[in-house]
């Protein structure tokens, strides 16, 4: 037994393999088949057996390939099991396979690791292969072997550490290579044959890398590497980069000595092919020193190689044994980048081993001018720096970095970008350790300010744009650099830190500071534990003091960019260099600002920044509490103005800076001699110098108020001295140039800003004596010349009062008393300030006096004394008198004008316009009138605001306006009004959503705006009243159909919201909202605005699905392409298709009216379809059609196919329902012609089956189109029955669909009986019918339908039935177990249907088919009497004029002849004899296939002929001719004639024709009846019979009136239409007319003899059997 379950296991296996090695796949897979066919336990025997078919010798290449393929995969979990079966098949004396070697090889590669335990035995089974005579083939194989296990021992030395067993020493694995290597040396290496000597070669480069590790070998390894590079020219120069590549990477690890000579050899055959691609051979000929140099020639070796290769002689040393130097032969080529990165990693491993000989070589070819090689070799010795490997490649960095310091002096722009280049691979690489880094880094920062062409050298200005886009480029590499700079490198922070300040404070290297600070505070932070620095003092580099570092780094942080970022990290870093006494508080501190300004809000504006780092700067400088270390840093502050761009924000902070520091130094002697410095040597014709002044007194005065009003007073009163008087002209020259102007506006300016930094406690006192009135001073000055005022026109000089009497009102509003003092220059102020207004013009707004004016106004007119009611009403009036005529803001910004900051305007145009300006001011004015509301009206709690939704849909859209202002303004609007409407409920959540999104509204991207406005929406919708929804749609639909694309897409979204949040509540309103959602659809064009409303009704269908469903079903057909567009919609919603079509399924399968009576022939009714039905059947193509998942479908596909097609089965010939004015044309997409539904129905129900199937036979393809017949109502039981076999084959039909359709065979609808009837009709054929339906239910329904009223129905009820027997012929009992009677019984009863339907014209065809069919699968009790009649009714149809009833009739009439019993053979052979000459003539039948049939037909009643001979003959005949003869019925009436046989009766006599002439001229007659056929073959074929039925005749034979009329007949047939016929009857008749001739001739002759008759033999007397004559006809048969 158990033998029997191995035996059986082991045929399962081998199966398996055999299959998947047939198929081929992919190997994975196949692997994983097999292991899970054959389990884990047999996995071993699925191994050898994969062996074994690798190794059959009848096995083609594929499949041994494709075995070894699966060894590989299945060795990842079964590594042993796959060795020891190769190991088996080497071990024998007897060379294996070479798939064995290259499985083995395989391995190797695949699981080197693995392979090492069976290195050893391995190449003690390959030492004794070599002692065998074997192919080439072989030696390839066995070194492919040695190549991959090789290669797998330097791999495991590199990995050793992660395998599971102590690592091998190097003469256990190493050992066992050196005989093989000697063998490869000396016999294979020097074969003839070049594939043996390429994977000789191939084997040799891993084989150095084994033996190299051995000292015994080293030597004469390293010495052989120029000769092998040499021989190794016959293989891919990529393959030998990447071998030579692997085998330095060991000397690397394994320190072999490598001699000078040899190293320049390895660096000649790397350096020549790495030579820059653009390199042309024209500019390498033109450097022929430079390839000398790479070309070592050795004219004796050359002639060596030329005499030709041959093998030594035994004894005699070969050319690696004698230690010869064979120099390789180099040939230019173009190589790829990635064999270029593999020769310098080969260089790099180079470099490492001899660092000294490295430095040397690339000294000297450093040393070479040319431009390409410098480049070239600069490029190449980058990848060589950027390549991080272990340790030992720290060694290849030195030399080379000092190689590269030989070029640095080279100006030329590609050297200068390759040095670059390679600096930044230097330092971003792990370890500097030993470089010249800093070198390096200063050569950086020296060519960031190189100039690109030398001073003093002209150039034009081509030239220059030229140089200058050099140069920036070289600026933008060196930041590059930079910004690579790896501080965590080994040696990096000590080689850098702290020189690397030294480039902070220059001016000339603000560009690079931001990759420059990032680095320094890195470096910083990994130097942190050395303690403080000494800043200004470092070892070869001066380095910047601390006052100057942090003058530097704090203005550069004023700038919230990365930069600032970078430089505030850099002063944390440092601050304990920078003075004890703020280490602690810089520690809190600069996180502090950092995290405030990167990460707590990024928002925070500029000024709010520069206000911060100026009180950091204050406290700190109170901290250190030093005079002369403030003193210096004021100093530094100063020194470096000249470094920042003017106008720029970091001068203008320098300036802040320096005034802050100014304020902190208590040296006061100091103080005003820098403030005494600056206001009397600035120019005031520059705007910064003018900006200094402001900025470093303003700021100064925080600490030094009265310094600083004592210098300005000092300096102001000083102006006119310095002029002298008698020089009139050049003083009025002064003055209209515009320098006292430009002093006088400083100094107003000036006071303004002292006012707002003084301290708030000393204003009061000085702010109107000392301030304000010397303000009004410089004003007055400065509109005088000599002593006499003048209309002042200087546009500055008004700008400047306004501004500082708006800082000084500022400043008094800052305090906290400012409400008891008394300003007692208001009224001067207010008189000036309205002068400079009514001096402005109305119709334009070119200068900001107006507006800085009105704002001036405003501070000024809250101070005391305060202004009576008379003088406000004035002020009001002359402001609005110059504000009112003004044009929109609009047309001013179109004419270059600003508009005033600070501007409110009053805005009463209350109409919403095309126009922005008109928009803005509408919105303004609504905005004050809902604000208005309300404050002063209450809504009582429980009502609503009866405007609300009207006024909401209203304002929503233009929170997207194109307007900025009007954005604001809406959204303002809205939050008023959910104010009004919400009564004090909207919770602190909501007013900040609110106000974010209207703070969001003022960004500019569409995308942005549209959130915004949708989160507004979602917070209006919980207080928007359900009731108003009708009004709200309403309006926001006007604005979906504005023409502002903005504003429409957030009314589209807006509605959506409130749709989706407040749709629940709308359900006595959802039918009117539908019927707007209609009545908008066809208005709106753009697709993205239709989809708006399409959305809508989804959103509204899934509140209220009901609702929407009927609305949608009451549309009107033809359906339009809105209304299949939102039934589309609610397809797209899986949750909603699912509902939808349930219902849509129950609809149209709603009981009908009955139908009308079928209409008599002479009546012709027009039925129309029933109108919700066929809509139905519409909305379910258009649901189905965009469903995006099939579940849906496979969950409702029994409901909907029987729906479908119980409507495809009413709709058949109906007409499409009326109405008044309906289109004419359907705009459908499968293009339905008006008055077809059925078209309609069959669509849907097409739709859906290609929806969960992809059956290609239920295409409309091919000559049969099951969806036209579906639709055809004469052939509509054909595609039932057609479309049921399809879907049986693909098994569609179940259970439920089979007993849906079962009621309608007996519904009161023919049309439903006809379908059903076709359907059953099929499904009989399906073999599980009996389990789920019995057969006894189908046959009493299947009987009854045999005498249906519908033609149709009766033909699939009698096709059923002879399915039934077909299905079932021999268990009647299971089939027919519903009645008494007996199954044969009602066999009978079925027999006896299917014979009434012969006598039913409508249904005869399908009967005598399927008596055809049934007939071989009865029995002679089945069929009883009914045979004679079946007969008998056949034989009626064997000459009907309908080919298919011919066909059907003949092909049945050979079933009965073949199927025909004894009791009725005597009956049927006289139903042949009667049907002879049909049978013979309608073997010419027009028709091929009635022809053929025919022809079969007679072959099946040659049995019922009488003479075996005869039916031998025509036996023979139809095997010989295949019944394809042309004039089989003439010979057959020859053979016929001849032999004198007929059949004449049951008894089958055999009479003489000589005695029985009555015969043949009773089948003369019937042949002479088809003279009158409609048919030219049937004539034709009837004239050459009787033709031949003559030829057997003497005319005496004939009876007179058979005579003429046989003549007349032919002589009618002579006047045929068809030439054949004429021919034909005019032979006969020449025939008959000779007959005639030769008779009266005869009776002529033979008259004397009349006496003595005994003595003649009697004519046509039958011969004997053997004679001539029946030779000859047997002969003319066959031929």
């Given amino acids: 037994m158990d033998q029997l379950l191995d035996l059986k296991i082991r045929r399962d296996v081998y199966n398996s393999i055999s299959l998947r090695l047939e198929c081929l796949q992919n190997a994975n897979h196949a692997a994983d088949s097999i292991l899970k066919t054959v389990g884990e336990l047999n996995v071993k025997l699925a191994i050898g057996m994969l062996a074994e078919e690798m190794l059959k010798e009848q096995a083609t290449e594929r499949v041994r390939g494709q075995a070894s393929a699966i060894l590989l995969v299945l060795a990842n979990k079964h590594f042993n099991d796959v060795m020891y079966e190769l190991q088996k098949s080497v071990r024998t004396v007897v060379l294996p396979h070479k798939m064995v070697f290259r499985t083995l090889g395989d391995l190797a590669s695949r699981y080197a690791l693995k392979c090492i335990p069976f290195l050893s035995l391995t190449f003690v089974y390959i030492r004794l292969m070599l002692k065998l005579t074997m192919i080439n083939q072989m030696k390839e194989e066995i070194c492919y072997v040695m190549e991959h296990f090789s290669m797998a021992i330097n791999y495991y030395y590199k990995n050793w550490k992660v395998c599971s067993f102590p690592r091998e020493a190097e003469s256990q694995l190493c050992g066992p290579v050196i005989p093989l290597y000697r063998h490869l040396v000396r016999d294979w290496l020097n074969e003839e044959e070049p594939k043996i000597k390429e994977a000789s070669m191939k084997a040799l480069w891993p084989m150095f890398g084994v033996l190299v590790r051995r000292r015994e070998q080293q030597d004469e390894v390293i010495k052989n590497v120029p000769h092998l590079l040499v021989e190794s020219k016959i293989l891919d120069s990529f393959l030998v980069a990447k071998r030579l590549s692997l085998f330095l990477d060991v000397c690397e690890e394994c320190k072999p000595s490598i001699p000078k000579k040899i190293f320049q050899e390895i660096c000649d055959y790397v350096f020549q092919q790495v030579l820059p691609l653009s390199t042309s051979m024209q500019h390498l000929k033109k450097c022929q020193k430079i390839v000398e140099r790479f070309t070592h020639q050795n004219k004796k070796a050359e002639r060596q190689k030329s005499a030709g290769q041959r093998k030594p002689q035994e004894g005699e040393p070969t050319p690696w044994e004698k230690g010869g130097v064979c120099q390789p032969w180099y040939g230019y080529q173009e190589i790829s980048w990635e064999h270029r990165d593999t020769l310098m990693d080969a260089f790099g491993h180079l470099v490492s081993c001899c660092p000294a000989d490295a430095l040397e070589f690339l000294q000297a070819q450093m040393k070479n001018d040319a431009e390409y090689m410098r480049v070239g070799i600069l490029k190449h010795l980058k990848t060589i720096i950027s390549s991080e490997g272990s340790c030992e490649t720290k060694n290849r960095k030195r030399p080379i970095v000092e190689a590269v310091k030989c070029v640095l002096d080279d100006q030329r722009d590609t050297v200068r970008k390759a ?114 620095l000494f800043l200004g003092s470092c070892k070869g580099v001066r380095l910047p003091s601390a006052q100057g570092l942090v003058a530097r780094l704090l203005v550069l942080a004023s700038k919230p960019n990365p930069r600032g970022n970078w430089a505030l990290q850099l002063l944390h870093a440092v601050r304990g260099s920078i003075h004890a006494a703020v280490k602690i508080l810089w520690g809190k501190q600069i996180p502090f600002l950092w995290e405030s300004l990167f990460r707590g809000n990024p928002e925070t504006s500029n000024q709010e920044w520069e206000q911060k780092l100026l009180q950091f700067l204050r406290r700190s400088l109170e901290t250190i509490d030093d005079s002369s270390w403030t003193k210096n840093l004021s100093q530094e502050l100063e020194n470096q103005m000249a470094s920042y761009s003017d106008q720029s924000a970091e001068k203008s902070f320098l300036y802040k800076s320096l005034g802050t520091s100014l304020t902190s130094c208590e040296d006061l002697t100091f103080v005003q001699s820098r403030m005494q410095h600056f206001v009397e040597n600035t120019n005031y014709m520059d705007a910064s110098e003018r900006e200094k002044v402001i900025q470093i007194l303003s700021f100064s005065a925080m600490g030094h108020l009265d310094l600083t009003l004592a210098t300005l007073q000092e300096f102001g009163g000083g102006i006119h001295m310095k002029i002298k008087m008698s020089d009139i002209i050049n003083r009025y020259k002064d003055y209209s140039q515009g320098r006292r102007g430009h002093t006088h506006q400083t100094l107003m300016l000036t006071y303004g800003q002292v006012a707002l930094h003084a301290p708030k406690e000393l204003l009061f006192s000085r702010v109107e004596t000392d301030i304000m009135k010397r303000v009004l001073f410089h004003y007055r000055r400065s509109c005088q010349v000599l002593g006499v005022s003048i209309a002042n026109k200087d546009l500055n000089l008004k700008l400047a009062l306004i501004q500082s009497t708006t800082d000084v009102c500022r400043a008094i509003h800052g305090t906290r008393n400012c409400q008891d003092f008394l300003f007692t220059c208001k009224k001067e102020l207010l008189s000036i300030l309205l002068e400079f207004i009514r001096e402005e013009p109305l119709d334009t707004l070119a200068t900001p006096i107006r507006s800085k004016a009105i704002t001036a106004i405003a501070f000024l007119s809250k101070l005391k004394p305060y202004l009576t009611m008379e003088e406000i009403r004035d002020l009001l009036d002359q402001c609005i008198k110059s504000l009112f005529p003004l044009p929109p803001l609009e047309q001013l910004k179109q004419n270059g004008e600003k508009e005033p900051n600070s501007l409110n305007v009053e805005l009463t145009d209350p109409w919403f316009t095309e126009t922005e300006c008109s928009r803005e001011r509408a919105l303004q004015a609504s905005f004050q009138a809902l604000t208005a509301f309300q404050e002063n009206v209450c809504i009582p709690v429980g009502e609503s605001y009866p405007q609300f939704g009207s006024l909401v849909a209203f304002l929503a859209p233009y929170t997207c306006d194109d307007s900025t202002r009007c954005r604001l303004w809406a959204a303002q609007c809205i939050i008023c009004l959910m104010h009004v409407q919400a009564q004090s409920r909207v919770s602190a959540w909501e007013e900040e959503e609110m106000l974010s999104a209207c703070k969001d509204l003022q960004e500019e991207v569409p995308r942005d705006l549209f959130r915004a406005s949708s989160r507004m929406a979602k917070v209006v919708s919980a207080y928007f009243p359900a009731e108003q929804a009708l009004d709200f749609i309403e309006a926001i639909l006007e604005d979906l159909v504005s023409g502002n694309e903005m504003c429409a897409i957030a009314a589209g979204r807006w509605l959506l919201i409130l749709l989706q949040d407040c749709g629940a509540a709308m359900k006595a309103q959802i039918p009117k909202i539908l019927d707007i959602f209609y009545s908008h659809l066809p208005i709106i064009k753009q697709d993205d605005l239709r989809q708006v409303l399409v959305d809508a009704v989804c959103i509204v269908a899934h509140y209220h699905l009901d609702d929407v469903f009927s609305s949608l079903l009451c549309r009107r057909l033809p359906m339009d392409s809105e209304t299949g567009e939102l039934w589309r919609s609610l397809g797209r919603e899986p949750s909603l298709a699912s509902l939808v079509l349930h219902k849509l399924a129950a609809t149209v399968r709603q009981p009908s009216a009955p139908e009308p009576a079928s209409p008599s022939d002479s009546e012709e009714t027009v039925e129309f379809a029933e109108e919700e039905p066929l809509k139905a059947t519409c909305a379910i193509y258009e649901v189905i059609s965009v469903l995006p998942y099939e579940d849906v479908v496979q969950e409702l596909y029994p409901e909907l196919f029987c729906a479908l097609l119980q409507q495809v089965s009413k709709t058949l010939g109906q007409k499409m329902p009326f109405y008044e004015g309906r289109r004419r044309l359907f705009l459908r997409d499968h293009r339905v012609s008006e008055g077809n539904p059925c078209r309609l129905s069959v669509a849907s129900l097409k739709t859906l089956l290609f929806k969960i199937t992809c059956d290609p036979s239920l295409a409309e393809i091919g000559e049969v189109n099951i969806w036209a017949l579906l639709r055809d109502p004469s052939a509509h039981q054909e595609g039932v029955c057609l479309l049921t076999n399809r879907l049986l084959q693909s098994n569609l039909l179940n259970h439920r669909i089979i007993q849906e359709v079962l009621p309608w065979m007996k519904s009161s609808s023919e049309k439903l009986r006809l379908t059903a009837t076709a359907f059953y009709t099929e499904v009989i054929w399906d073999p599980t019918l009996g389990e789920r339906e019995p057969l006894k239910t189908i046959l009493p329904i299947l009987i009854e339908r045999a005498g249906d009223q519908h033609p149709g129905t009766r033909q699939m009820a009698v096709r059923g039935l002879g399915n039934i027997i077909l299905v079932a012929p021999d268990k009647p009992h299971r089939c027919f177990s519903c009645v008494s009677l007996q199954g044969k019984e009602q066999k009978k009863t079925i027999v006896a249907v299917l014979q009434g339907a012969l006598y039913d014209a409508k249904v005869v065809l399908e009967s005598l088919k399927v008596l055809a069919l049934v007939l071989p699968h009865l029995k002679s009790r089945d069929v009883g009497f009914l045979f004679k009649d079946i007969s008998m009714k056949t034989i009626t149809y064997l000459d009907d004029d309908n080919a298919d009833l011919r066909n059907a009739a003949l092909h049945l009439f050979g079933i009965l002849a073949a199927w025909t019993k004894f009791r009725y053979r005597s009956f049927f052979a006289e139903q042949v004899r009667k049907s002879l000459v049909l049978l013979l003539i309608h073997q010419q039948d027009p028709s091929p296939r009635v022809a053929e049939t025919c022809r079969v037909a007679f072959l099946q009643s040659v049995r019922f002929l009488s003479k075996r001979k005869l039916r031998i003959h025509i036996e023979e005949l139809h095997r010989t001719t295949n019944l394809n003869f042309p004039n089989l019925h003439v010979h057959v009436y020859r053979l016929l004639v001849c032999r004198g046989v007929v059949i004449l009766n049951s008894r089958l006599v055999s009479i003489q024709v000589n005695t029985n002439p009555e015969i043949r001229d009773e089948l003369l007659k019937k042949t002479v009846e088809y003279y009158q056929s409609p048919w030219e073959e049937i004539r034709r074929a009837a004239v050459e019979l009787s033709g031949v039925i003559l030829e057997s005749m003497q005319v005496t034979d004939l009876q007179e009136p058979s005579h003429q009329h046989l003549l007349t007949s032919l002589e009618m047939l002579q006047d045929d239409p068809s030439p054949g016929v004429q021919q034909a009857a005019a032979d006969v008749a020449a025939s008959v007319f000779k007959k005639q001739g030769a008779e009266m001739l005869r009776r002529s002759e033979a008259t004397p003899n009349e006496s003595n008759p005994a003595e003649k033999p009697a004519p046509n007397s039958d011969p004997k059997p053997g004679t001539t004559q029946e030779v000859a006809a047997a002969q003319d048969l066959h031929e």
């Fill in 419 to 532: 040095i670059l280049g390679f600096i930044k691979e230097l330092l971003r690489s792990p370890s500097v350790e030993g470089c010249a880094v800093w070198d390096m880094v200063v050569y950086v920062f020296e060519q960031f300010t190189l100039p690109a062409s030398q001073a003093g050298k002209e150039s034009s200005p081509t030239q220059k744009e030229q140089e200058k886009e050099k140069e920036e480029a070289i600026q933008q590499i060196c930041i590059e650099v930079l910004e690579h700079l790896n501080t965590s490198a080994e040696g990096m922070s000590k080689a850098l830190w702290p020189k690397l300040l030294y480039f902070v404070v220059p001016a000339p290297y603000t560009p690079t500071l931001t990759p420059l600070c990032r680095c320094l505070r890195e470096l910083a932070l990994i130097r942190q534990d050395e303690g403080a």
